[in-house]
């Protein structure tokens, strides 16, 4: 996961991480962490998407092929 683009993502749309959390019913801590590993559930996942507007999700929570 990129976790730049991400916390890019949240910064564009007007959110602090802390938001994020409250919105995912999480709490900071917990958000903090996840961010930090990229371990999303994939219903936290699909909620960040559409919290965010994220057009390409695979851009974000991917990394790249590197083969």
């Known amino acids: ?3 730049n683009k991400l916390h890019g993502k949240i910064v ?3 959110f ?3 938001d994020i959390a409250k919105r995912l019913s999480l709490s900071e801590k917990t958000f903090y962490t996840k961010m930090k590993n990229g371990n999303f559930k994939l219903n ?4 960040l998407i559409q919290l965010l507007k994220i057009d390409n999700p695979n851009d974000i929570f991917f990394e790249d092929d590197v083969t």
């Open 1 to 3: 996961m990129k976790t």
């Open 12 to 14: 564009e749309c007007g």
């Open 16 to 18: 602090t991480k802390a």
């Open 44 to 47: 936290e996942a699909k909620q």
